[in-house]
Each structure stands twice: as C-alpha cells, then as structure tokens.
C-alpha cells in the first residue's frame, strides 16, 4: 500500500505532551536538547532545557518550541543506551541520535534497528571486536543473542545459506567515508573464517571472497562500486574530492584529483622489471615522469602520501599473477595503459584544407609512433582514425576531415574507448578467475555502493548514483515493509491498512520508457521529413540496447528539439537524453528545453527560474539540481567505427580481442550506445539478482567530517539518518504500522501499576495485559501471541497516563506525608509533656521516699541507738555489780 510520507508529527502523538512531561526540543547547535515542559500555551510549549554547550554559564535555559516540534524523552532510557532502536520507547529522530551518540561514547559501534545493523565508524582501529575469539562466539549464535556486529549478519546470511540453500545478500551503504569498505572487509573475512581454509586450486576461501564480482557496474567513470581486488583497484579508482565534477577520468581530471592508479603505477615501474619481464615491445612501456603526459598532469597531484608507487605496481603484478592473467597479457595491458597516456600527447594543428587538421610537430609525431607500436597499429591508420571521418550513406561513402577540435576529441574518445574495453576485459577475467561454482544453487552477494550524493554541481553521474539509491531505496523499504509483515503474521495480528511511502514516481521521472519502446521490442518506423527519408530502428535485445538512426535528412532540416520524432510520446530523464543523443543538432539547451517542456507537470521535476540548463529533481533523499551541461556528451558511448576497424587490425591478439568484429548490421549503422540506457538495464539486471535473495542491510554511519575518534556531530549524522543511511525511512515504515512492541511481560513491568487489581492471585499475562489497555480505553493497538503492538504515539499515551498515576500518586504521597507529619508532632508533644510529667512525678516520688525513708532510717536510728545504750548500761550496771561482789568476797 502506497501513501504520502508520514511527518514525524504524526508519528508521535503530541496530545500527551502535558505540564512536566520530558521532551526533546529543536537546538540550533547540538539538533535536540532534552527539557521538562513547564507551561504550555496553545501550540506553544514553554521547557527548560538543558543546554550546556549553548549557554555554557548556565545549565538550565527556556525555550518556547511549536508543538509540532516536541517529542516526547523517555526518561527510563537504559543510560548506555539499547542495541536495537526498537526496542526504544519512542521512536524518533531525536530518540535515535541520543541512543547512537550514548553508545558511540561507549564504543558501542553497532546497533540494530530490527535486521538492519548501523555502523557508526569508530575512527580508531577496535581490535578486540574483529579477533578470532569474538568471530568463535557468533559462529552460529542467535541473531539478536550477541551484541550487534557485522559478523552476526555474516552469520545469519551464512546459516541462511547453507541450511535453507537460500542466495542472500548483504547491502553496505554510506557516504565516502563511512566504513563501508572495512565494513565489507570484516564480512569478507567473517565468511571467509566460516567457510574454512579448503583451498580451490591452491587459493584459500579467503583469497577468493576477497576478489568482488563487479559484472553489474562496469564503467570506470562511476565510483559507484567498490573494489577490493587489488588489480580492480589500480584500474577502477582513482583520487576523488568529494565534489567530484568531472568528466571521464581518462581524459580530464580536476585538481587535486588524480587519475586512474594504474598511470602512476606504471609511471613508478621499477625499470628492473622491465628487464625481467624481457618481452620484446615492453621496455618501451616505460614512460618516466607522469608530469610529461596530458592526461596527469592537468592536475597538480601526482603522488598520494604514504604511498610507494613502485611496490603498488609490484602488488598489482603479484595481484594479477593470482588472478590468473598471464604474463603477456599483463605486458599487454600495461602496453595499452602507456599507448593512452601517449594518445594524449598528439596534438594538432589546422591542416592546408578547410576544416581539417594535422599533427602539431615532431613531438606529437613521436607520441603517435609510440601509441602505435605499443598498440601494434599502422602508424597511418592511426593517424587517419584521429583525423578523419568515414561517413557512409545509402548512396556514398565520402570521407571526411576534422579540424583541429574535433580531432581533439577524436582522440580523447579513442583513448577513452580503449581504457573502458581494457577495464571491461579486466572485470571479466576477474570474474572468470573467481569461478563460482557452477553446480552451487546459492551465493551470498555482498554489495558495497555508493551513497545519494548532492553536490554544488551535479552531472550525469550524480543522476546515475542517485537513480541507484533511489532504486535501492524502493528494493529497501519493501524490504522493511515485507519484514514487517512477517513479524506481523507470525504474531498472528491483522496489518491490512499499514501504509508505506513509494518512491515509484522518481524512477518513473528518471527511467519510464516512452510508450512505444515499452510495447515493441523492435520497431522499425519510416517518416517522411522534409521530403527525405528517416529510419529509425530501435532494438531492445535482452540487456543490450541498441539505438540506431540511418539518415540521410539534410540535418538543418531537423528540428533540434524534437529531432523530428515528435509523435513518439518520450517518457523519462534516460530515454529523452537518448532521444536528444540520436540528433546530431542537439545541444544540453535543447535537451533541458525538452526537458521543461515534457516534464513540467511532474511533482518531482522542478524548472528553476530563468535558468535555461538547469533542473532540479526531488528524490526521496532532497532535492537535487543537475547541470545538463554534459549529459549529452556523457550519455554517449559511442565507439568510432574507424577505431574499431584500427584497433581490432591491431597485431597485438590482446589488444584486437579487445575490439571483436561487431555484428555486420551495427557495424555499418550503430555509431551511438547509451551510456544511461545501459546503466538502467544493469541496474536493472542487478534489481533482479536482489530479488532473487534475501537482503541484509548495513547502514555505514559517518559521525565527523574531521575523521577523529570520539567525535559525534549531531546534525552530520542526522542528514545520514535521513538520506544516506535510510534508517529513519526504515523507522518511518515500522511507524506506519505497530512502532511499539512490548512483551506481555514488560508490558506488565510497565503499566501494572495502572490496574493493579490485574495481578492479584493467578492471571494470564495475555488477559492481564488486555484488562489493563480496557481500563484505559485505549484503541487501534493489537495484541499476539507474545506481544503487545501499540500504534504510533501510543506508547506516548500510555506512558503519560503512567506519568499522571505517578505524578497523582506523588501527591497523595506528599500530602499523606505532610499529615503524617503534623500528627507526628502532635503526638510528639503529647509524649514529650508526658515524659516531662513522669519525669516531674518521679523526681517528687524520689523526694518523699527519700524524705520518708531517710525519717525512718533516723527513727530507727534513734531506736536502736536508746535501745544499744540501755543495754551498754544494764551490761556495765551487771559487770560492775559482779566486780562489788568479787571485791566483797575476796577480803
Ligand atoms: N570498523 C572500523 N574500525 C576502525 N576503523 C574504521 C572502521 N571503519 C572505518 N574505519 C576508518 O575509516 C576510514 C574510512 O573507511 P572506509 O575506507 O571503509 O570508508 P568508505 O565508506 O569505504 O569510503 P569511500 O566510499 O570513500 O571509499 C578507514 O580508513 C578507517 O581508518
């Protein structure tokens, strides 16, 4: 189901942004900062922030932000984040950030957003999370069981493979810089490890996972395909800037841009290897200094730092040793690399006749006798192929000559048609040396490509990368959309009404074949024009779309606009730019003039004021303004028939291999290929090869511009989010449908506390869960057999029903307290007085007990004090009486 993007406003349900509630604002430094609602006011919510970095004096600031731009903060988010984005409570742009920058603080590089890992490059070499130990634990571990990591969608694909014979493949996206290739090596190296060591003619699994097939993408004028193998390499890439704005890099090359490797590597041959690679014609390969070619140095970069150009040569030899080129066709390539460079360095001047041209002086003569003897051509026919033209029409066959511009370009073609033949050579025999199994019924593809680029300019190859993501981009959200399903079905809940966004109109815009060529596979049409005849055979032949014009229409007669074929209803970018390339009067004016005129009612297209050459197109990434200055020269691929002849004559078996006799029919009539049309049917051609698997997505996350460790611009990383890396259009589908999901068991943890009553003796987790969302009254969310699925903004809802229970129950709590408190000094007053009172008490019963007892101790005292007396008394009365009688008795 196709439906208008959804804004994050509805994603998110801001009813329940209420007084104290926990929100993300819009910053103008750090993108979101978190706060607490203090007042709202209609749509105006009033929060403190905290904002350190933009008020660093003080921590706390007020905003007034508009509704609309207010997410609510999950103030239970784990403090080091979650390893999958949904498990987050609420799933937006500010939530997603917080969780990546909280984990990259960590280390934490990789996170899950369901099946698609997000790799945010950590900037500094991580070696504990690559070594064999960790690759030993996701040998065959669970997905989602482990922290997330390249090697678990290794895995997955890998078991996926080999359990179910499955083809998988694993989708690597980014911007320049991003990781994609160390993201691509550690898979590599990931099924390398798993599909052991058991070498196939004496080459390790390995070695061959590490050769990439590139069959799809072969023009090395797009760096949109990566390239591992060291030989693809120092053929297929050369040293970019990010505004990349130029031509074919055979031919021109910006500063500081470098050409293809292979020039320099050649120009920095050790001259002992000429030596021992002794063939007869190869010394003179030998080229010196590459500031002495046209073709290098209209840039002023030669060298790459850290880079020893001799030993990459060496490597690239050993490289191609490996892959099983021998060792004269290396001579020969090398030979064909040299011829360019000296094709480049023949220049002409106006010749004795008008419009024609010759060779400017002894040094481009001499340049012309190298490139032919190292192409193994007559030295003439070379000559003539640069400065003339052969024209054959149905009554004549007239020879033509070129002035000096046009031979310029003559040469320059003939220098680009040889580098493209020799790197489609090399891809195929890479190709070859891989050797997939013939009998195998399922691989696991791994696609490294590049990014949406957008540009200050943007060219033909920007239209082309982008029709690439915008390609990938539908494949991915059906993708996502699909995985939804699933998770949907296998939770047995009904999804009939989820929506999606389509990007289908865009790749109608850029590659909608006209109606007739969408109906016939070939036609053959005569009309009569100005009372000539015009044939215009067009074939649409499996991938190889061949356009033929034979005309023999005085050409002023045409018109440039529409070349004549008014009645052909054209359909996008890619079949008007071929329309425009069959007419020889065509300028990039014309063809932007069509392009106005065929497309302004098309929501995608926009004709910027006054401009006369450029167009902008909304794709799902942003919109992009493209110059049309170059389209029609860089749409065209046209092989000069008399380059064809030269080369295919050549002596060299390698070098005529590279240019067969081409079919009797194209050879006479077919002058011009697209470039665009070819590149839609092998993306077309590529599509279906996905389809045919099950897809794996990496997002390559970039977190700085300056390249460091630790470093995580937030505003950087959410334009990847957005455009690049897709992982909020992923976020955007699951929010379309049930964003939230909560076991019964969390769901429990959660918001029991709403229903408390639901957990009183037995209960079934499921029935509790949907006695509590009754009570509550919620509407639209699902439940299946192990989850609860909640709606958009619906977590938001029930969270700030949460908040209000807390916030209640906060209250009740204080002002219980505070009663509780003032009861308590009430009856602290009352204990005090009576301890005092006991107190009084104790201390007069202490008195008169004293005073009673210390009375009767006197008393008693007394007493026994009389009573001692008397009886000393009667004692000494008696002892005295005894003492008289003794006395008495003794005289
Ligand atoms: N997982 C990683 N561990 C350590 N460093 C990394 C990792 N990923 C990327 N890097 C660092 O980032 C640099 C750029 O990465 P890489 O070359 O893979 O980017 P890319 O996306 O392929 O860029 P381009 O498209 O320009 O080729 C690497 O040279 C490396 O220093």
């Known amino acids: ?474 494949h991915f959200n059906q993708h996502v959309f699909k995985m939804e399903q699933e998770e949907y079905t296998k939770e047995e809940i009904n999804w009939s009404y989820i929506e999606f966004v389509d990007n289908q109109d865009v790749l109608d815009l850029i590659e909608k074949v006209s109606e007739l060529e969408e109906t016939m596979v070939c036609i053959r049409l005569t009309v009569v024009y100005g009372g000539e005849k015009m044939v215009h055979i067009n074939i649409i032949d499996g991938w190889k779309l061949l356009v033929s014009l034979v005309y023999s229409i005085k050409q002023q007669e045409v018109d440039p606009s529409t070349g004549g074929f008014s009645y052909m209803k054209p359909g996008g970018i890619i079949a008007l730019l071929d329309e425009a390339c069959m007419f020889p009067r065509s300028t990039h004016e014309t063809f932007a003039q069509k392009l106005y005129q065929t497309l302004k009612n098309n929501k995608r297209f926009i004709k910027p004021k006054l401009s006369r050459t450029i167009f902008t197109f909304c794709h799902y990434a942003g919109e992009v303004t493209y110059q049309a200055d170059y389209f029609l020269d860089k749409n065209k691929d046209y092989v000069v028939a008399e380059h064809q002849d030269l080369l295919n004559a050549s002596n060299c078996p390698f070098v005529s291999g590279l240019f067969p006799p081409l079919p009797e029919e194209t050879s006479k009539s077919s002058k011009f290929s697209s470039i665009g049309s070819c590149f839609k049917l092998q993306l077309q051609s590529l599509m279906e090869t996905l389809n045919s698997t099950q897809p794996h997505y990496i997002r390559c996350v970039k977190p700085n511009n300056v390249l460091k460790p630790s470093i995580f611009e937030n505003f950087n990383v959410i334009q990847q989010l957005r455009c690049g890396v897709r992982v909020l259009e992923a976020i955007r589908i699951s929010c379309a449908g049930y964003p939230t999901r909560r076991t019964f068991y969390e769901f429990l943890l959660r918001f029991s506390l709403l229903a408390p009553e639901v957990l009183e003796g037995n209960f079934d987790d499921k029935a509790a869960c949907q006695k509590i969302l009754d009570k509550i009254g919620l509407k639209g969310y699902q439940l299946g057999k192990s989850k609860v699925f909640l709606r958009a903004g619906q977590m938001a809802e029930l969270d700030a029903r949460r908040a209000e229970f807390l916030r209640l129950r906060q209250a009740s709590v204080y002002l219980q307290s505070l009663w509780r408190g003032r009861l308590a000094c009430k009856l602290y007053e009352c204990i005090r007085r009576e301890a005092a009172a006991v107190k009084i008490q104790k201390n007069l019963r202490r008195y008169f007990a004293r005073k009673s007892y210390t009375a009767l101790r006197m008393s008693a005292i007394t007493l026994q004090t009389g009573s001692r007396a008397m009886i000393a008394r009667n004692d000494f009365r008696l002892r005295k009486q005894t003492k008289a009688s003794i006395c008495i008795q003794v005289p």
């Not at 050790?270 to 073709?295: C, D, I, K, R, W």
């Not at 001499?366 to 052969?390: P, Q, S, T, W, Y």
């Open 1 to 474: 189901m196709v439906g208008a993007p959804i804004p994050w406003t509805k994603l998110v349900s801001l009813d329940n942004i209420i007084v104290g509630s926990h929100v993300w604002v819009e910053d103008p430094v750090l993108a979101w900062v978190d706060g607490e609602v203090f007042k709202i006011n209609g749509n105006e919510v009033h929060a403190h922030t905290t904002n350190g970095k933009t008020f660093p004096e003080s921590s706390h600031m007020q905003v007034v932000a508009n509704m609309s731009k207010v997410f609510p903060k999950d103030t239970e988010a784990p403090p080091a984040g979650v390893d999958d984005m949904t498990k987050l409570s609420y799933l937006h742009e500010p939530g997603v950030l917080q969780n990546l920058a909280t984990r990259y603080e960590l280390n934490e590089i990789y996170t899950y957003t369901g099946n698609i890992l997000i790799a945010v490059n950590p900037f500094q070499r991580l070696p504990h999370l690559y070594d064999t130990h960790i690759m030993e634990q996701y040998k065959g571990a669970d997905f989602g069981e482990l922290s997330p990591h390249v090697f678990a969608v290794a895995d997955v694909a890998y078991r996926a493979m080999i359990n179910e014979g499955k083809s998988n493949s694993i989708l690597v996206s980014g911007e320049s810089g991003a990781g994609k290739t160390e993201t691509t090596k550690m898979l590599m190296r990931y099924l390398a490890y798993l599909g052991g060591r058991s070498g196939i003619e004496g080459r390790t699994v390995e070695q061959q996972v590490l050769e990439v097939r590139y069959d799809k993408f072969s023009f090395p004028e797009f760096d949109n395909y990566r390239l591992s193998n060291p030989v693809l390499e120092a053929f297929g890439n050369a040293k970019t800037v990010r505004n990349n704005n130029s031509r074919s890099r055979v031919c021109q090359i910006n500063d500081p841009e470098r050409n293809y490797h292979c020039f320099y590597l050649l120009c920095a041959a050790p001259h002992e290897v000429y030596s021992m690679h002794t063939l007869p014609l190869f010394g003179m390969a030998y080229l010196g200094n590459p500031q002495s070619f046209h073709y290098l140095n209209q840039s002023k970069c030669f060298k790459l730092d850290g880079v020893d150009e001799a030993q990459e040569y060496l490597a690239t030899r050993r490289a191609m040793d490996i892959v099983g080129i021998s060792e004269q066709e290396q001579e020969a390539i090398f030979r064909v690399v040299a011829a360019i460079l000296h094709i480049g360095n023949i220049d002409f001047v106006k010749g004795p006749e008008i419009d024609s041209s010759v060779i400017k002086d002894e040094k481009s003569r001499f340049h012309l006798d190298m490139a032919a003897e190292l192409l193994m051509c007559n030295v003439k026919g070379l000559e003539n192929a640069l400065i003339k033209r052969v024209m054959v029409t149905p009554e004549e066959v007239i020879t033509r000559t070129l002035d000096p511009a046009s031979a310029i370009v003559s040469r320059d073609g003939l220098a680009k048609t040889l580098y493209s033949h020799l790197f489609d050579w090399l891809v195929e025999k890479i190709n070859i040396s891989i050797g997939q199994d013939p009998t195998s019924k399922s691989l696991i593809g791994v696609l490294d490509i590049y990014g949406f680029e957008s540009f200050k300019c943007n060219s033909f190859e920007q239209l082309c990368i982008n029709f690439t993501n915008e390609k990938l981009q539908q």
